[in-house]
């Protein structure tokens, strides 16, 4: 019943940026928090960032504090995630995700778009 639709993946050289968009379909987006979470190749899926459903508070693995930003613009149902300073370690396929704020675990889940740094 909720859709989450990912772009801006692709190829980049280390040290480059993209910027990810997520966008949801939905009446209720402002009540959710949102997430993006990320898996590498031979890897378990593992957490990359998240913010309030208001946008007021964000959280960040530390793999990523100090080059990723999320922020969210939910008058046009969407999030967002710039990557600055990339890594090739930061090779992936990077996933939004959606969270009821009243639920304890993310429900839906986009599609993913790849994600990969070259060296």
């Known amino acids: 019943q909720v859709q989450l639709v990912e772009s801006g993946g692709g190829l980049v050289q280390a040290g480059g940026s993209l910027r990810l968009s997520c966008v949801a379909s939905?009446?209720?987006?402002?009540?959710?928090?949102m997430g993006w979470f990320r898996q590498a190749p031979g890897k378990e899926r593992e957490f990359v960032a998240r913010i309030s459903a208001s946008g007021g508070r964000t959280y960040y693995a530390d793999s990523v504090k100090g080059r990723f930003t999320i922020s969210r613009d939910n008058a046009k149902n969407a999030v967002y995630l710039q990557m600055n300073s990339l890594k090739p370690e930061d090779t992936a396929v990077y996933y939004c995700?959606?969270?009821?704020?009243?639920?304890?675990?993310?429900?839906?889940w986009g599609q993913g778009t790849q994600v990969t740094v070259s060296s």
């Open positions: 995700a959606a969270r009821d704020s009243l639920r304890p675990n993310y429900d839906y």
């Open positions: 939905g009446r209720t987006f402002s009540s959710y928090a």
